[in-house]
Nanobody
Framework: QVLLVESGGGLVQAGGSPRLSCGTS????????MGWFRQTPGLEREFVAA????????AYADSVNGRFTISRDNSKNTVYLQMNSLKAEDTAVYHC????????????????WGQGTQVTVSS
């Protein structure tokens, strides 16, 4: 059974810099691209960032480019999302996901999903 478990969310002040983590089990982690998506009530799940198998290639949504950094540690089967300069509009449930593709940006390209962690940015 594949499990993805996010952690690191919570209530954060605007301008803060939390780091989200996503630990995995039951997954051939080093052969899956990993991604972060976010979702707010009533809206579709939105791409945030993705990283390739070995971490050489990354991709970001325009809204977070330059503020967020995705990274991975294949020895720990874990992917991270460093979030800097948080804004109120970053408030969402953040989900990590795993894709068998080399790098993926679309929801449909991901096979496995975590339950998500809430990030709430207070101004």
């Amino acid at each position: 059974q594949v499990l993805l478990v996010e952690s690191g969310g919570g209530l954060v002040q605007a301008g803060g810099s939390p780091r989200l983590s996503c630990g995995t089990s039951g997954l051939a982690f080093s052969t899956h691209a990993m991604g972060w998506f976010r979702q707010t009530p009533g809206l579709e799940r939105e791409f945030v960032a993705a990283i390739s198998w070995r971490g050489v290639n990354t991709a970001y949504a325009d809204s977070v480019n330059g503020r967020f950094t995705i990274s991975r540690d294949n020895s720990k089967n874990t992917v991270y999302l460093q979030m800097n300069s948080l804004k109120a509009e970053d408030t969402a449930v953040y989900h990590c996901a795993a894709s068998p593709r080399a790098l993926a940006r679309k929801v449909g390209e991901y096979a496995y999903w975590g339950q998500g962690t809430q990030v709430t940015v207070s101004s």
